[in-house]
């Protein structure tokens, strides 16, 4: 038999379905948030190392000018190394229909009568390729669906300088190349890169390498030193032109991905505990004022006999319903939206499988938090009931004192209505009451603020960066660095408003035992479309003494202006030079460095020599620019500012930064979850009050003032305190969503405030809404009858 | 009088000795009982009056263990209820005590007959929740929720609560207040019952003067103290009580 506390505890819950369920909806949504993004962080690391395994990644990379096969047997017997391979690759400019300039391109080799020992390829459609054709090419699957390329369909591309026509064969993918970003850009775009894989004897024919390699591929045995088989490979390759071997943490799909998944992994452990917090500190509000509101049946219970832990067993269960059904809600709904989303990831990334997994760890946090929080709400009310005398606690709460706000309500009187003063007297009276109420408000104000600033910071980075940082309309590189004559001739091209050369050459910066691999840009010191800014609208000049570094650069270094970063260059004649840091610059996008252009030659011994270039162009001559810049041999690329930022803003939309608006809408939810529920329990506070007023005389619309001015009045006192919580909160999500790739700035403005007091103020109002009706349609009779 | 220096030997029920309460403190301070002196003999039936304020329900409250006294002793048997600790007082209300609130006091979520439940749960030897609506003439009513029930039922249903569990001391705070002259002589009857079948002993708190002719005593209190104690001679039943 179901004993009549378990009655009363269901009946209670039916009761309050609604609220409670509000609650548990609250909590469902954090947990979902915890889940969905563990989950997402899970199965695409496990995503990425299953495909890596299954398709034998190299761990190690060594390209070379040229280097005869006979040298991989000498690899091979380097301790530590497992597997090797040997291949061709090469640059390529593809032509595509539709496209303004030419798609720059990876040729790579495939052995023609085996499987390559690493690297493998995954065919995607369409076949393998014929061992005896030349011409037949497996082309990237991004790139053949961006352009509407199929098996059977040619493709003309140009190989060092000459021109060739290609059969695809099939479509494919392959681990190495899930991250496909142009060439010196940093945000992905299938359509503007493209890998072609083609028989050994045809590219290397096309190269000049017959016999002959270009990359070494290596794999390690377990437990091996990566940094030894490095050495031991730049030693040994070192008479055939080595440009450095690296390993797979510095190989650029892998490196990407690498960002965006513990990108990710940041804000799944920043952002989610945020929200549950939220969602906790509510539920410890709303649970003891639900548990407060029952105080006279607890007092009754004890006056029966029950023990103190008999009452708080009945109410923990009463908790554990909402809260595990909240939790058992949020664990579902999470594992549906973590699936659905990595979906969309696999997409995204191109994953030819998806393993989808959530850590069990990710489960019991939310039932801990989730419950203790709720447990913690109800225990220290029933703990202060306890300690009343049962004929104490069964008196209806909080015995009227009005001595303390009889003065201000007397100094009211004369501006005040009657109701007003009832409304200010209930306040005064229950201040720490009040407060507690406003402040959840505010927390889910703060939440919603803080979620648009985010927002917002997204839009501020792509703005930073193709606004104020880059101001050309395109990027022009060379196939290697050339003299300045070249931008002379880049000058005279009609149609070429501005032209500014720049040089970038690889580096490893370090700082004692912190280091970072990646470019240092050499700009001109009066550089006007590619800037170091240090805010908004102070240009940070590039200097012939020492180097500027983008701020997450400083941070990952742990260095600061005045100290000196040392500089191991990978190119040219390779000096390792050691250099103060002159100034710290914004950047929001990618982690640069800057050099001055000269000063960056000078110490390379290759005077005038660039890289590329920053055009400005006129509008009206765009096609003929685009149209001579194709016809100019020495140029590699051209990459428009337009395409750049377009991908730039899918990269945020469809990576890591999706979940962004996951976050927005629950953070709406659980913003009206708390306004809605402080509305509830203000009624049920005062249902009893409210029908002796009706009794007394007052009309339903005074009655419902009585209670919505409350509201109203700690609605709008939570307004300014959410308005600095959300400052706050900004800062911390933000800070989760912030990559190595790119840096979101938290600035809560005036119009996030707005939004966010805005949607409070609604939330209030429909909840206001809800309660009323329930005010007019009180029963009096009952209403002042359940008061036992 | 009966006295007696050992409680235990004299079947002594209550033993109040110097009783205080007093509600809040310094000038705003009120005393509810001024140094309470009482005895009452084990299967009494005593019935308390006195004017509104006077102390009855503070009083009713200390001895069925809902509050403490700010001073004094008040003996059940051989404990003293002052002394007890929170958890004791607990046991002594759940073995010991029935209670018939001022105020109803039923759980609004819970019929009648859960209401009746939710006492015989915990105790040892209660009678079945049925048994006592029906003591109280509501055995056709024991499924509907409070709201759907008059005072008067409301207080019916409160009764046969209180009784169910067999109680050691029976407290009635102004049971009848709400019901007409039948219900009330009903009401009574079952609690003149309990008190003579059962041996429990009863204190009865009432504004109805006319009910003190079926007390073994009657307790006058006035200002927070006890202004006189009557032995009565002779007993009515309920049934010949005038309302
Ligand atoms: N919680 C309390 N706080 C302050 N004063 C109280 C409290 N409870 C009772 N009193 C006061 O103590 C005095 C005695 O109250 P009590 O309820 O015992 O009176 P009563 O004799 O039962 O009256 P009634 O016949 O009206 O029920 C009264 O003056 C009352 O105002
Ligand atoms: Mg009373």
């Known amino acids: 038999m179901v004993s009549p506390l378990d009655r009363k505890l269901l009946r209670d819950l039916w009761r309050m379905k609604l609220q409670s369920f509000a609650i548990a909806l609250v909590i469902a949504v954090g947990v979902l948030l915890l889940v969905m993004m563990d989950g997402l962080v899970n199965s695409l690391a496990q995503t990425r190392d299953a495909y890596y395994d299954r398709y034998r990644l190299a761990e190690v990379f060594a390209p070379v000018k040229r280097a005869p096969d006979h040298l991989l047997d000498r690899i091979a017997a380097i301790p530590?190394?497992?597997?090797?391979?040997?291949?061709?690759?090469?640059?390529?400019?593809?032509?595509?229909?539709?496209?303004?300039?030419?798609?720059?391109?990876?040729?790579?080799?495939?052995?023609?009568?085996?499987?390559?020992?690493?690297?493998?390829?995954?065919?995607?459609?369409?076949?393998?390729?014929?061992?005896?054709?030349?011409?037949?090419?497996?082309?990237?699957?991004?790139?053949?669906?961006?352009?509407?390329?199929?098996?059977?369909?040619?493709?003309?591309?140009?190989?060092?300088?000459?021109?060739?026509?290609?059969?695809?064969?099939?479509?494919?993918?392959?681990?190495?190349?899930?991250?496909?970003?142009?060439?010196?850009?940093?945000?992905?775009?299938d359509s503007r890169f493209a890998v072609l894989w083609m028989n050994e004897e045809a590219l290397a024919a096309a190269f000049d390498l017959d016999g002959a390699f270009n990359e070494a591929l290596v794999s390690l045995d377990r437990g091996a030193s990566e940094p030894a088989v490095i050495d031991a490979l730049d030693r040994l390759l070192d008479p055939y032109g080595v440009t450095g071997a690296y390993g797979l943490e510095d190989q650029i799909s892998n490196r990407f991905i690498h960002e965006e998944i513990s990108g990710l992994r940041a804000s799944s452990r920043s952002v989610p505990p945020v929200f549950m917090g939220v969602a906790a500190f509510l539920l410890y509000i709303v649970i003891s004022r639900m548990i407060e509101s029952e105080r006279t049946q607890i007092g009754l219970l004890k006056a029966f006999g029950y023990t103190s832990a008999e009452i708080g067993a009945h109410y923990l269960k009463f908790i554990l319903v909402i809260s595990v059904g909240g939790v058992l809600l949020g664990c579902g709904l999470g594992v549906m939206s973590g699936h659905a989303l990595s979906g969309l990831y696999q997409q995204y990334y191109k994953f030819p499988f998806l393993i989808f997994r959530v850590d069990p760890s990710a489960f019991i946090t939310a039932i801990v938090v989730s419950v203790a929080s709720a447990s913690a709400g109800g225990f220290i009310v029933l703990r202060r009931i306890f300690a009343l005398a049962p004929a104490a606690a069964m008196r209806p709460p909080a015995p009227a004192d009005f001595s303390s706000s009889a003065r201000l309500v007397a100094a009211l009187r004369r501006f005040l209505d009657q109701p007003s003063r009832m409304i200010v007297r209930r306040i005064a009276r229950q201040p720490m009451r009040s407060f507690a109420a406003s402040i959840g408000i505010a927390v889910g104000m703060g939440l919603s603020v803080a979620m648009l600033g985010v927002l917002g910071g997204f839009d501020k980075a792509v703005e930073l960066n193709f606004n104020v940082i880059d101001r050309s309309d395109a990027n022009v590189s060379f196939v290697e660095p050339l003299g300045e004559k070249t931008?002379?001739?880049?000058?005279?091209?009609?149609?070429?408003?501005?032209?500014?050369?720049?040089?970038?050459?690889?580096?490893?910066?370090?700082?004692?035992?912190?280091?970072?691999?990646?470019?240092?840009?050499?700009?001109?010191?009066?550089?006007?479309?590619?800037?170091?800014?240090?805010?908004?609208?102070?240009?940070v000049y590039a200097r012939k003494d020492g180097i500027v570094l983008s701020k997450p650069l400083a941070a990952k270094l742990d260095i600061g202006p005045g100290e000196l970063v040392t500089v191991d260059v990978r190119e040219g004649r390779r000096p390792?030079?050691?250099?103060?840091?002159?100034?710290?610059?914004?950047?929001?996008?990618?982690?640069?460095?800057?050099?001055?252009?000269?000063?960056?030659?000078?110490?390379?011994?290759?005077?005038?020599?660039?890289?590329?270039?920053?055009?400005?162009?006129?509008?009206?001559?765009?096609?003929?620019?685009?149209?001579?810049?194709?016809?100019?041999?020495?140029v590699a690329g051209v990459s428009l500012k337009d395409e750049a930022r377009d991908a730039l803003q899918r990269m945020m939309d469809e990576g890591a930064g999706a979940t962004r608006y996951y976050m927005a809408i629950i953070a709406a939810i659980i913003t009206f979850g708390i306004v809605y529920n402080s509305a509830r329990i203000a009624f049920a506070e005062r249902a009893h009050d409210l029908a002796s007023l009706r009794v007394l005389g007052f009309t339903k619309s005074e009655a419902s003032y009585v209670l919505l001015g409350e509201l109203g009045l700690i609605t709008l006192a939570a307004l300014p305190m959410g308005a600095f919580i959300g400052t706050g909160l900004a800062g911390a999500i933000a800070a989760g969503f912030s990559t190595d790739l790119y840096t979101i700035p938290a600035q809560v403005g005036f119009s996030n405030v707005g939004s966010g007091a805005l949607a409070v103020l609604i939330a209030a109002l429909i909840a206001g809404w809800l309660v009323k009706r329930d005010v007019d349609r009180l029963e009096l009779v009952s209403a002042l009858k359940s008061r036992e | 009088m009966k006295t007696s220096d050992d409680p235990k030997t004299s079947g002594t029920t209550f033993d109040v000795k110097q009783l205080t309460r007093v509600y809040g403190e310094g000038p705003a301070a009120v005393h509810a009982l001024r140094g309470v002196d009482l005895q009452i003999p084990k299967g009494d039936l005593v019935v308390l009056l006195g004017a509104s304020g006077s102390g009855k329900s503070t009083l009713l409250n200390i001895l069925g263990g809902l509050d403490r006294a700010t001073d004094g002793q008040a003996h059940f048997f051989d404990k003293d209820l002052t002394a007890m600790s929170d958890a004791q007082l607990t046991r002594y209300r759940r073995h010991h005590v029935g209670f018939v609130f001022q105020f109803y006091n039923l759980m609004p979520s819970l019929t009648a007959h859960e209401n009746v439940d939710l006492v015989t749960e915990i105790s040892d030897n209660p009678m079945p929740a049925d048994e006592a609506l029906d003591l109280v003439g509501l055995s056709h009513r024991q499924d509907h929720f409070p709201a759907e029930m008059s005072g008067g039922e409301q207080q019916r249903v409160a009764i046969a609560r209180a009784i169910a569990k067999r109680p050691t001391v029976l407290f009635c705070d102004e049971p009848t207040g709400a019901l007409d002259s039948t219900t009330g002589r009903q009401v009574l009857r079952v609690i003149q019952d309990v008190n003579a079948n059962l041996g429990t002993t009863v204190m009865i708190v009432t504004h109805a003067a006319a009910t003190a002719a079926m007390a073994h005593r009657v307790i006058h209190m006035a200002d927070g103290a006890v202004r006189e104690v009557i032995e009565n001679e002779t007993r009515l039943s309920a049934e010949e009580i005038e309302w």
Do not use: C
């Not at chain 1, 910066?509 to 691999?517: D, E, T």
């Not at chain 1, 100034?583 to 252009?597: M, N």
């Not at chain 1, 030659?601 to 509008?619: F, K, Q, T």
């Open chain 1, 80 to 189: 530590g190394v497992s597997a090797v391979e040997g291949r061709v690759v090469g640059g390529a400019l593809v032509d595509v229909e539709g496209q303004t300039v030419q798609v720059r391109a990876r040729a790579v080799s495939l052995p023609e009568f085996r499987e390559p020992r690493l690297n493998a390829v995954y065919l995607a459609e369409g076949r393998r390729l014929d061992p005896r054709r030349l011409d037949e090419i497996l082309l990237l699957q991004g790139f053949a669906d961006a352009h509407g390329l199929e098996p059977g369909d040619s493709l003309t591309a140009t190989m060092n300088g000459a021109r060739h026509t290609f059969r695809i064969a099939g479509l494919a993918q392959a681990p190495e190349f899930l991250y496909s970003t142009a060439p010196g850009e940093l945000a992905p775009d």
């Open chain 1, 487 to 539: 931008i002379y001739e880049l000058k005279r091209l009609d149609g070429i408003i501005e032209v500014e050369p720049f040089r970038s050459v690889p580096v490893v910066l370090r700082n004692g035992v912190k280091s970072h691999r990646g470019a240092l840009d050499g700009l001109t010191e009066d550089a006007e479309l590619n800037r170091a800014m240090r805010d908004e609208t102070h240009q």
């Open chain 1, 576 to 634: 390792v030079l050691t250099l103060p840091v002159v100034a710290v610059s914004q950047s929001l996008l990618g982690a640069p460095a800057y050099f001055e252009l000269s000063a960056l030659n000078e110490s390379l011994e290759e005077p005038g020599r660039v890289s590329g270039a920053w055009l400005r162009i006129d509008p009206a001559k765009q096609q003929d620019v685009y149209e001579a810049l194709k016809n100019m041999p020495a």
